[in-house]
Every structure is written in structure tokens, then in C-alpha cells.
């Protein structure tokens, strides 16, 4: 795999400073029941980090000094790592807001077949990747048979009260493009996701966000291989908006990687890019419990410029419609 990390050092991305921490993302792990050609952790079945009990320890002991509000779990699968349902337990006893991060094909997986009414369980939001409605796109993207065991997670969830109006259960789903192009209007997709979900499989969910792909692992891997790198960072730069500085996800969001080191973001995590504007040495997620963050700068590159093209894209989907953090 070509590593794009070089190419991406050299930057006029503008300074992003900090303001409160508010989410903190942890990756649970890289190991994954599938491997997506967009995937920017080159998550996979062959991958063997994972996060162990003590490191989810200090998520928890972070949470409840900084007063966080949200933890986003994401892998890989983060459902695959071991210590996953002791970690969201855990979680809802600080009343934390949780969000996973789940590809649907996991609720198929041998030994996960209680995991939907887990979540539900513990008013667990789902964030959950559908890269279109149509079935061929789909397993085009992520391999044969997917979209067929996405559509079955969906019935699972659905069935549960997931993405029903007033079911107090949340499915968002993502959708990232199937090549060097950026997201349509996520507006327009969302009502044409619902329209065509709805009518063609009875499917209903509660968000749609729409993500960029990153030039970076996989994806960036396969933008060199193909002589495309270099007319995607043109497309990401020439489509910069500088309003949406204002709502990138690194200004309230902290990432922190399967062995507790943290990162401005899970795009950095992946570049092994330490937090901080000027940060060269990692820092471990135990030394910020008495740390404010807010007004440190974040260290950017040029793959930042995704985040800020056309409409904005950050975990929560389009800039635009997102809501901006009080400092």
C-alpha cells in the first residue's frame, strides 16, 4: 500500500485553534469483518490491535473529570473488540451520550446475534455506513453480499424502534462517494435515501450525514495507483470555504487510538500525527484529566482540506447543517 503521509506534510491549510472538548472518539481497534476500498483505517480480519480493559479505564476517568458529553466509538468494528459491551455499560451509568460507530453487517457475525437489542437496550445512538441504496454500488465498495446484510441489520434495528418517529432510538447513516469526488447535497441525498430505502425495502432511519473520502490509507492508496492524488487535492483545495472552519469536528473532538493516545482527530490518528499544532511527542490520554484544551492549536496537513470543501464533512456529516460548539 502507497503511503500518502509524505505528501500531505507540506500545507497552507489555515490554523484551527481548539475550543472545549466535548466528544471524545476512541477506536476500539483495527480489526474489522470487512475491507473497504474507502476505508481511511485500512481496517480488516487480519488486524489485531484492540484496545484492552485498562485503556478503556481511562476513557471512562477522562469523561467524568472533563465533564464530557459525548464518547463516539468507532474501530474497525468497535462491536469486535472484547471489552465493548462492559465499555458502553459503563458508559450509561455516567449518562454519557454513546454513539457506535457500526458498519450493520456486524449484526449478522457468529456470536452477535443479541447485539442489536444490546444497543437498544442501552439507548446506544447508531452511526451506521450505507454508502448508497443501491445494491451493486454498495458491494462494489465493500464486497459481495454486503448490501443484502446491511439491509438485514437495518430490519433488525428498525424492528427494535431504531430510526421509527418517536422511537427515541437514533440510526443515522453515512455515505461516502464511490470515488475522488465529493458528497452531493446532503439534504437532497437524505430525502432520496428515505424515499428509495423506504419504498423499495420498508427501511426507515433518523439522519443521513455525508462524508468525504480522505486521502489518506486505503483510499489515498488507491488515488496514487491510479494517477488520481493529485487531481483530488485540487478538487479539495479549490473547493475550500473558510466558514467552515467554524464547525470542523477537531474543535471540540478529540481522538484517541486502541493504546490511549490522542490525536486532534481520528484522520490523525491514522497519520500518526501527535495532538497538538506543534506536538512531535504522542500524548497519552492520562496526562490531559487536568488539561484544558480549548484555545491549543490543532495540527493540520493537507488531507484537512476534506473536511472543508464544498459543503464540510466531519464525523457528524456536512458542515453546513452542523451546530457550532460553545468556546
Known sequence: MRDTFPLLLKTHFPAVARRRVAILQANLGYRCNQSCTHCHVAAGP????????????????YTSARRIATLDLTGGAPELNPHFRELVIHAGQQ???????????????????????????????????????????????????????????????NALGYGRPGGGLTLNLVYNPLGPVLPPDQLGLEAAYKQELAARYGIVFSRLFTLANMPIQRFGS?????????????????AHRDENLEAVMCRSLISVDWQGYVYDCDFNQMLKLPLGAGGAERTHLSALLDRELA???????DHCYGCTAGQGSSCGGALESAPVMAA
Open 95 to 157: 449518562k454519557l451520550q454513546i454513539i457506535d460507530r457500526c458498519n450493520l453487517t456486524i449484526l449478522n457475525e457468529p456470536g452477535q446475534e443479541d447485539l442489536a437489542a444490546f444497543l437498544a437496550d442501552h439507548q446506544v445512538e447508531i452511526t451506521a455506513s450505507l454508502p448508497c441504496y443501491l445494491e451493486e454500488n454498495v458491494d462494489g465498495q465493500r464486497g459481495k453480499g454486503v448490501f443484502e446484510s446491511s439491509l438485514a441489520g437495518l430490519r433488525q434495528l
Open 46 to 61: 487480519q488486524r489485531t490491535e484492540e484496545m484492552t480493559w485498562e485503556t478503556m479505564e481511562w476513557l471512562l476517568r
Open 295 to 301: 484555545g491549543a492549536g490543532v495540527r493540520v496537513a
Open 222 to 238: 488507491q488515488l496514487i495507483s491510479k494517477g488520481q492524488f493529485a487531481p483530488y487535492m485540487n478538487l479539495l483545495k479549490s
